[in-house]
């Protein structure tokens, strides 16, 4: 059956500090990925995704993620992270079911930032 | 401004009470969802609708329906609310059934069931 895993369910990094946030998935055959980042009180918003192609996507917010098969892994990762990126971060991997296919989520992950 | 309003912001309801969730998109998508943010359960799917006239059960469907009569509006109806559907609801819609494009997200509907 699909599914997302998100690890972590809490990670805290300080200002100016890297970051990478793990998701690994379970499909049948190549899927679509993605990430999206929620801030409190707020929708969710795409980050960035992964259909095909280069292995190294960039998205929005300086936030780039890599497609590793072998791994069944689609990593978030940020050179450095700024105090305005403590948020909550979803993982997720389609399409499934039906005829036209879902998206499933991860767990989340939320991020605080040290100043 | 192009995107997905949720109607009402927030709602505290009696159990047992009827509510319809609402959801209206301006950007002609095909494909719209309604998915429930619990803590510690993430999003799950309750219902979606690949194109206007049908509509699909989703991962957590029971006592939930929806309709789509066309392509802006898709509410969500509580026929009997309970306390386990306390919950943020999210609505989301994509261009097309198949997710290539992503998901666009309403800014959720916070509904307490006392």
């Known amino acids: 059956a699909q599914s997302v895993t998100q690890p972590d369910i809490h990670i805290t990094v300080s200002e100016g500090a890297s970051l990478e946030l793990r998701c690994n998935y379970s499909?049948?055959?190549?899927?679509?990925l993605f990430w999206y980042v929620q801030s409190p009180g707020q929708g969710l918003q795409l980050l960035l995704k992964y259909f095909s192609g280069d292995t190294l996507v960039q998205g929005i917010k300086g936030f780039e993620a890599e497609f590793k098969r072998s791994q069944s892994s689609f990593n978030l990762r940020k050179p450095s992270v700024h105090w305005s990126d403590a948020a909550e971060y979803f993982c997720a991997v389609g399409p499934y079911g039906g005829s036209q296919g879902n998206l499933i989520f991860g767990k989340g992950t939320k991020l605080s930032v040290k100043p | 401004i192009a995107g997905i309003t949720q109607a009402p912001t927030s709602q505290i309801l009696a159990a047992g009470r009827r509510m319809t969730l609402r959801c209206t998109q301006d950007?002609?998508?095909?494909?719209m969802y309604w998915y429930r943010q619990d803590l510690g359960l993430g999003l799950r799917l309750i219902h979606y609708s690949n194109t206007a006239g049908t509509t699909g059960k989703g991962e957590v469907p029971d006592g939930y329906s929806v309709s789509r009569a066309n392509t802006d509006d898709f509410p969500l109806t509580l026929a009997s609310a309970v306390p386990s559907q306390t919950s943020v609801y999210f609505c989301?819609?994509?261009?097309?059934?198949?997710?290539?494009?992503?998901?666009?997200f309403g800014s959720g509907t916070r509904l307490t069931v006392v």
């Open positions: 950007m002609r998508h095909n494909a």
């Open positions: 989301a819609s994509s261009p097309q059934g198949v997710p290539n494009y992503g998901y666009t």
């Open positions: 499909y049948g055959a190549t899927p679509y």
